[in-house]
């Protein structure tokens, strides 16, 4: 079965800094989706990012990267010029041939001013 | 276009009571999701509903179960609650069943039980 790791269960950044989110996973499966979701504090789980796995590119959105090693199996996620609102609970999901997503632990963001 | 939404936001039940949850959908999504987020296992996956079927289900027992309307609506139900079912459940959309679709969640129903 396939299994996503977050070891950092917390994470603080200074305002304006960049920081990086860790996630490595576990599949025999070639071909399958990586996500990245945040969920602020009392509100909406909101997709950050998405990795297709046959791209050899990593996804970018505005100030959000990832770092794509599929031989690792690792997938982390880089936030650049981090905001207040970026605080939040940080969750790294795998979704492959059976549909289903699986999601590590989470890790919790502070962005301190 | 209006967001995922579910009913009711917050509940209270007793254990051995049954509960049943709504989500609905953003307009013209099929597929509904339902997910499980609680403090000590994290967000699980229950089950996916496409066009009125169950098309992928987690590892929960049966007292969990769900449906889907023709109009793309979904409820889940619980029955013989037991204490272990506090927890946030989520609802999320997509267009369709395919792993590459992006799932907007909803906010959530925090079942508590005592």
């Known amino acids: 079965a396939q299994t996503v790791t977050q070891s950092q269960p917390e994470m603080s950044v200074q305002e304006a800094e960049t920081v990086t989110l860790s996630c490595t996973y576990d599949?025999?499966?070639?071909?399958?989706?990586l996500f990245w979701y945040k969920q602020p504090p009392s509100r909406q789980m909101i997709l950050v990012i998405r990795?297709?796995?046959?791209?050899?590119q990593n996804a970018t959105e505005n100030r959000f990267s990832v770092n794509f090693q599929k031989a690792a199996k690792s997938f982390s996620l880089k936030i650049s010029d981090s905001q207040l609102g970026d605080a939040a609970m940080y969750f790294c999901?795998?979704?492959?041939?059976?549909?289903?997503?699986?999601f590590g632990a989470g890790t919790r963001l502070t962005v301190k001013p | 276009k209006a967001g995922v939404t579910q009913t009711p936001r917050y509940l209270i039940k007793t254990r051995g009571q049954q509960v049943t949850l709504s989500c609905s959908p953003i307009?013209?999504?099929?597929?509904v999701s339902w997910y499980q987020q609680t403090p000590g296992q994290g967000l699980q996956f229950l089950f996916e509903?496409?066009?009125?079927?169950?098309?992928n289900k987690g590892n929960f027992p049966g007292r969990f179960s769900g449906r889907q309307f023709s109009n793309s609506r979904s409820e889940m139900n619980v029955s013989t609650l037991e204490l272990g079912d506090s927890a946030l459940y989520l609802c999320?959309?997509?267009?369709?069943?395919?792993?590459?679709?992006?799932?907007?969640f909803g906010p959530g129903t925090r079942l508590t039980v005592l």
């Open positions: 999320a959309s997509s267009l369709a069943v395919a792993s590459s679709n992006e799932q907007f």
């Open positions: 599949t025999s499966e070639s071909d399958y989706y």
């Open positions: 990795q297709e796995a046959y791209k050899q």
């Open positions: 999901a795998y979704r492959g041939n059976n549909n289903d997503m699986r």
């Open positions: 307009s013209g999504h099929r597929s």
């Open positions: 509903y496409f066009s009125e079927t169950q098309r």
